[in-house]
């Protein structure tokens, strides 16, 4: 069992760049590839990006490609999300999940798809 707890969200302004990290216990960390989703108010859960279980690779969704940036600390078990230049629209509750990668580097878009999921914490942008 793999437990994930999202953390550094909060009110933030437009232009504004905030950490969100996700701190994981349980089985190894480093045997997960690691992803990032939101779900803003009245949308569908969306994927933001993942990194592979080394580190070595990662892929930002188009919509928020060149703002955000996810990193892993494999000795830490800790998955983070850098978002620079938030804008309103980017309010939503934020969300890391794990999959296990078996030793592949497949990243996978797809919610359902991951193993385990934290709570989410939530990111609000004022204009």
């Known amino acids: 069992q793999v437990q994930l707890v999202e953390s550094g969200g909060g009110l933030v302004q437009a232009g504004d760049s905030l950490s969100l990290s996700c701190a994981a216990s349980?089985?190894?960390?480093?045997?997960?590839?690691m992803g990032w989703f939101r779900q803003a108010p009245g949308k569908e859960r969306e994927f933001v990006g993942a990194?592979?279980?080394?580190?070595?690779?990662?892929y930002s969704a188009n919509s928020v490609k060149g703002r955000f940036t996810i990193s892993r600390d494999n000795a830490k078990n800790t998955v983070y999300l850098r978002i620079y230049s938030l804008k309103p629209e980017d309010t939503a509750v934020y969300y890391c999940?794990?999959?296990?990668?078996?030793?592949?580097?497949?990243?996978?878009?797809?919610?359902?798809?991951?193993?385990?999921r934290g709570q989410g914490t939530q990111v609000t942008v004022s204009s």
């Open positions: 999940a794990a999959k296990n990668a078996h030793g592949t580097y497949y990243i996978s878009q797809n919610y359902g798809e991951y193993d385990y």
């Open positions: 349980g089985r190894s960390f480093s045997s997960f590839v």
């Open positions: 990194i592979s279980w080394t580190g070595r690779t990662s």
